[in-house]
C-alpha cells in the first residue's frame, strides 16, 4: 500500500505579496493530491463565516483536525492536519517549554488494512535548547508505541536546517539518514527547514518539494512531499 505525505507551513495564509489568500492556499493543497497534510503556522479564524481550517477542509474534501498552540481572545494558532483517511485516534502533545512560544505536536493513529500507522505533526521551537526538549518527548512517546507500529513517520517544520546539530542528529539516529529538500524561502529555497522522516527507512520511497508557480507566491515555505509505502 502507498500513502502520499506533506507538510506545509501555510505562514497564516500570507503569501509572499503580503495578501491574507485562503483561497490560494487551499488550491496548493489540492495541487498536492496527498493523503495526510500535516498543516504548521495555521491562524484560526472566520473564512466565508467558517474557521479557516474548516475552510481548507471543506475546498480540499479532507477531514481537518486542529492543533492549536496559542490562543488569542478572538482567534487561536498552532498546528493542523488535513487527512482523506479516518484516524483510529488522534492526541495533542504539548512540547512548550518554560517562557517560550507555546508548541506542540498532533499524534495520530491510523489503521491502513493490517497495519499500524502513527503520525507525528509538528513546529519546533526556535531556540536549541527547545529543540531539544522537543526531540526528548517524540522520541520517548515513539519508543512507548514502538512495539505496535509498522511505520512511524514525523513530519513538520523542525526550524533547524544544520545537519549534525543535536535536534537533527538524534533524529538521524533513529529515523536513519532521511533526504531532505531545500524549502524556505519559497522564491528561492536555501534551507531545508520542512521534514519528513520514516521509520523505517526503507518504507520511503519518494520525496521531494512541490514548487508550483503558486506554491511560490502563496507562503513563504514550499511543501514538502513524501510518499511511503508498508
Known amino acids: 500500500m ?12 500570507i503569501g509572499n505579496d503580503g495578501h491574507f489568500d485562503p483561497f490560494r492556499i487551499a488550491q496548493v493543497i489540492n495541487e498536492l493530491d496527498a493523503d495526510i497534510i500535516a498543516l504548521q503556522e495555521v491562524e484560526h479564524h472566520l473564512v466565508n463565516d467558517i474557521d479557516l481550517l474548516d475552510f481548507l477542509a471543506e475546498q480540499t474534501g479532507m477531514i481537518g483536525i486542529a492543533g492549536p498552540t496559542m490562543f488569542r481572545e478572538s482567534r487561536h494558532y498552532g498546528n493542523a492536519v488535513l487527512t482523506r483517511h479516518p484516524v483510529t485516534s488522534h492526541e495533542l502533545l504539548d512540547l512548550s517549554l518554560d517562557s517560550r512560544e507555546p508548541r506542540g505536536a498532533i499524534k495520530l493513529r491510523l489503521t491502513m488494512g493490517e497495519y499500524q500507522l502513527l503520525v507525528l505533526t509538528t ?10 526538549y522537543q526531540v526528548d518527548q517524540l522520541l520517548n512517546c515513539i519508543s512507548e508505541l514502538e512495539s505496535e507500529l509498522d511505520t512511524t513517520v514525523l513530519m513538520g517544520d523542525l526550524n533547524e536546517w544544520f545537519l549534525w546539530g543535536k535536534t537533527l542528529r538524534r533524529l538521524n539516529a533513529y529515523f536513519d539518514t532521511t533526504p531532505s529538500r531545500k524549502t524556505f524561502p519559497s522564491r528561492f529555497p536555501l534551507f531545508k527547514l520542512d521534514r519528513i522522516w520514516v521509520h ?9 518539494i512541490h514548487n508550483s ?4 507566491k502563496a507562503s513563504d515555505h514550499l511543501p514538502l512531499v513524501a510518499t511511503i509505502f508498508f
Do not use: S, V, W
Open 213 to 216: 508557480f503558486l506554491a511560490k
Open 123 to 132: 513546529h519546533f521551537g526556535l531556540k536549541p535548547k527547545e529543540r531539544h
Open 200 to 208: 523505517p527507512r526503507q518504507h520511503l520511497l519518494t520525496l521531494d
Open 2 to 13: 502507498e500513502l502520499k505525505l506533506a507538510t506545509y507551513n501555510i505562514h497564516a495564509c
